[in-house]
């Protein structure tokens, strides 16, 4: 496994369901992001957190919720979801003065709206 | 017009190919300039760096960058069936914490041996 944890690997869940994703990284970086990845799409900046304070929330539909309780940890939390939410919620860690080339990414949680 | 474009493909070579896989920006305030590899079922991991225009080198793998067309260029010697994989190219304006990287959608590459 990578520098950065993802869990859970794959998760289905209907319209109506809360659930939480779960992002922990283990590489003392600074500033964590969620992207969304969808079939033939670029990979979409949904939320960015620098020491531990949000800094860009992509216009990102409120059925979404991030949390950074501390610099080592995000959540997203999801709840009614739409079929349409269904993609690949990949996260991401950087170090300050390396947000270019020091992105590490985790494997990902496989979403399926049904 | 997208501020990155890339063409999805996919691309099909032989064991042995030289690949061009290419990107083009519309943003000119882009210094930072990466290709991340995806394979299938795992998180993108940076491949290649380069800042601002030129070349590098690492092993099989060369990237270009040439600000003045906004364009950009991953090039792979001796491909290998293990190169099978997602490329994706990234740009950033900054380099500090909390910067997004805008992405394209990715090149998918099939080497068959």
């Known amino acids: 496994e990578t520098g950065v944890t993802q869990t859970p690997r794959h998760l289905v869940m209907g319209m109506t369901n809360k659930k939480s994703l779960k992002c922990e990284q283990h590489?003392?970086?600074?500033?964590m992001y969620w992207y969304k990845q969808s079939a033939k799409k670029p990979l979409e900046l949904m939320f960015v957190?620098?020491?531990?304070?949000?800094?860009e929330n992509n216009s990102v539909p409120s059925r979404f919720s991030p949390e950074c309780p501390n610099s080592s940890h995000l959540f997203l939390h999801l709840h009614t979801l739409q079929p349409e939410d269904s993609a690949l919620y990949l996260c991401?860690?950087?170090?300050?003065?390396?947000?270019?080339?020091?992105?590490?990414f985790g494997s990902g949680t496989r979403l399926t709206v049904v | 017009q997208k501020e990155v474009e890339q063409d999805p493909g996919p691309l099909s070579v032989p064991e042995g190919a030289i690949v061009s896989l290419n990107c083009t920006y519309s943003?000119?305030?882009?210094?930072?300039f990466m290709w991340y590899r995806q394979y299938s079922r795992k998180g993108p991991e940076l491949l290649m760096y380069?800042?601002?225009?030129g070349n590098k080198e690492d092993g099989r793998f060369t990237a270009q960058v040439d600000k003045s067309s906004k364009y950009i260029s991953l090039f792979i010697r001796d491909s290998q069936p293990s190169d099978s994989a997602t490329y994706l190219c990234?740009?950033?304006?900054?380099?500090?914490?909390?910067?997004?990287?805008?992405f394209g959608k990715g090149t998918t590459l099939s080497v068959s041996s």
């Open positions: 380069t800042y601002s225009s």
């Open positions: 590489l003392g970086h600074n500033a």
């Open positions: 991401a860690s950087s170090q300050d003065g390396q947000g270019g080339y020091g992105y590490t």
């Open positions: 943003n000119s305030a882009f210094q930072y």
């Open positions: 990234a740009m950033s304006a900054a380099n500090q914490a909390g910067t997004a990287l805008i």
């Open positions: 957190y620098s020491l531990e304070e949000r800094v």
